[in-house]
């Protein structure tokens, strides 16, 4: 919470508009409000499931998955995606402005193998490989369709990007393994990659041909999760304690702590970044459990404040922020229970609602008409 002090004087009333605004601007909470929406897995169609939302894009489709399918909603109706076939399962995990979504399909513990997909309009195209089976997902995809993620070599995994049916290796910083998360639209990729001799995993800018070790907060690891289209990344890295993660923004060489909601010591993560810069994830709050997260600015918000008074009684819990647009709607998980075995996992949506003008223009004339009132009795005191 950002905590503002005001020390009053005898200047003039400018000082009062000044307050107003400065009220205002220092103070998101107070110009924006969230409306939750479940995305109808924990009272509708899908409750119980364990379904859950990964992405958004501009248009406000989402996609993720539940126990079974790969999901897009479109508003708050769920639409389930084809597998490939003989798949059992498969995991929407990105979605572009197009409505194409890159994923991965799941062909069962015998097969131990995960394949790439990407949908077009509902139509799963099975993505190609290194060669190799084991895991090839495919986590990000961009505006021009182009996909990123992983293949397997035979050896390790690592980050590769498609353009319609041609993969390409991206390769490593040196070390043996690397994983591509996401793609903005001039092409950028970012993940993570070893080091050379394997000694750490750093944050991985690919842009062409060329990768950028992004570094850390001085631990050993750190992870690239998303890039918007300013180039700005997010992800998380390692303290220098060894122990503690804090999500982190990079603007070009610059590496910004994002801190957590419980403090130094808890862990937090970032999942998103919209062009506004506004961030999506989690924090640990004191008590250690994760609360789904925004940084807007300055601030950090603890989605959970949003959740409506029956489902916190109901216990449940916001837990991941996973993706943001560029209109502010956030999507993530929430969670009811702590046991695995037991714990229910749902999709839930909270989209950005302005404070009406009145509002900003009552705060405005309380703080106007509090200078004035202390004004006149400061005259009459020394009439």
């Known amino acids: ?149 992983s293949s397997y070599t035979g050896a390790a995994l690592h980050a590769v990007r498609w353009e319609s049916a041609t993969i390409s290796d991206l390769g490593t910083l040196g070390g043996t393994a690397s994983e591509a998360w996401k793609i903005n639209d001039s092409g950028q990729a970012v993940g993570y990659s070893y080091t050379t001799g394997d000694a750490s995993t750093h944050a991985t800018l690919w842009n062409g041909n060329a990768l950028t070790d992004l570094g850390t907060l001085g631990g050993t690891n750190s992870t690239a999760e998303n890039i918007n289209n300013a180039g700005q990344i997010v992800g998380w890295s390692l303290l220098p304690d060894e122990e503690t993660t804090h999500a982190v923004v990079w603007n070009g060489a610059t590496l910004t702590d994002l801190a957590a909601l419980g403090g130094t010591g808890t862990t937090s993560y970032a999942f998103d970044i919209n062009s506004s810069g506004q961030i999506a994830g989690f924090s640990e709050i004191a008590a250690g459990s994760s609360h789904a997260t925004l940084w807007d600015g300055n601030s950090l918000v603890d989605l959970n404040i949003f959740l409506p008074e029956n489902l916190i009684a109901a216990g449940w819990v916001l837990t991941l922020g996973t993706g943001i647009n560029d209109h502010g709607v956030i999507v993530g998980w929430a969670q009811q229970g702590l046991d695995p075995a037991t714990a229910l996992t749902a999709a839930f949506k909270l989209t950005p609602a302005a404070v009406p003008l009145p509002g900003a223009l009552w705060l405005f004339g309380s703080a106007l008409a509090s200078f004035i009132g202390m004004k006149r009795r400061k005259q009459e005191v020394t009439a």
């Open 1 to 149: 919470m950002n905590t503002v002090t005001f020390r009053l004087s005898k200047h003039k009333p400018a000082q009062a508009i000044a307050l107003a605004v400065l009220v205002l601007a220092t103070n998101p909470s107070y110009a924006t409000n969230y409306t939750f929406s479940d995305l109808g897995t924990i009272t509708g169609p899908y409750a119980g499931t364990s379904a859950v939302a990964n992405s958004i894009n501009n248009l406000g489709q989402v996609t993720g998955y539940d126990n079974v399918n790969a999901l897009v909603w479109n508003g708050d109706t769920a639409t389930p995606l084809s597998n490939l076939p003989g798949g059992l399962t498969a995991y929407g995990q990105d979605i572009n402005d197009a409505g194409q979504v890159a994923g991965i399909n799941y062909y069962g513990p015998a097969a131990d193998l995960y394949h790439p997909i990407r949908w077009d309009g509902g139509v799963a195209t099975q993505l190609d490989t290194l060669g190799f089976g084991y895991y090839n997902p495919a986590f990000g995809i961009n505006n021009h369709g182009q996909v990123v993620g």
